[in-house]
Nanobody
Framework: VQLQASGGGLEQAGGSLRLSCVASGNILRINGIGWYRQTPGKQRELVARLSSSSGTNYADSVKGRFTISRDNAKNTVYLQMNSLKPEDTAIYYC??????????????WGQGTLVTVSS
């Protein structure tokens, strides 16, 4: 299973970006999807997560501005980011857990995509 994240870039404060993460490989089912972010010197933090068992969760700092979604047919997850703030600047990572067609659980991270928000 491989994940390919894209959509990062430079945006002005107040603008929008949409991140995408495509999962490919021997996938039977995707259970949970998530977006995390990390800045230098800090731990990776949860931005948003969606799972069949626990629903949708957002970090307080992004509630009302970011939306996580998925396209099951395309094995793709998205993070729509609106009203961006400079403090949203970070490397964003997607995370997907599920089951392969061999019934082996997997939990993988994408390679990260850089989001820079200018003031």
């Amino acid at each position: 299973v491989q994940l390919q994240a894209s959509g990062g870039g430079l945006e002005q404060a107040g603008g929008s970006l949409r991140l995408s993460c495509v999962a490919s490989g021997n996938i039977l089912r995707i259970n949970g999807i998530g977006w995390y972010r990390q800045t230098p010197g800090k731990q990776r933090e949860l931005v948003a997560r969606l799972s069949s068992s626990s629903g949708t969760n957002y970090a307080d700092s992004v509630k009302g501005r970011f939306t996580i979604s998925r396209d099951n047919a395309k094995n793709t997850v998205y993070l729509q980011m609106n009203s961006l703030k400079p403090e949203d600047t970070a490397i964003y990572y997607c995370n997907i857990d599920g089951l392969t067609r061999s019934f082996v659980p997997f939990n993988h991270w994408g390679q990260g995509t850089l989001v820079t928000v200018s003031s």
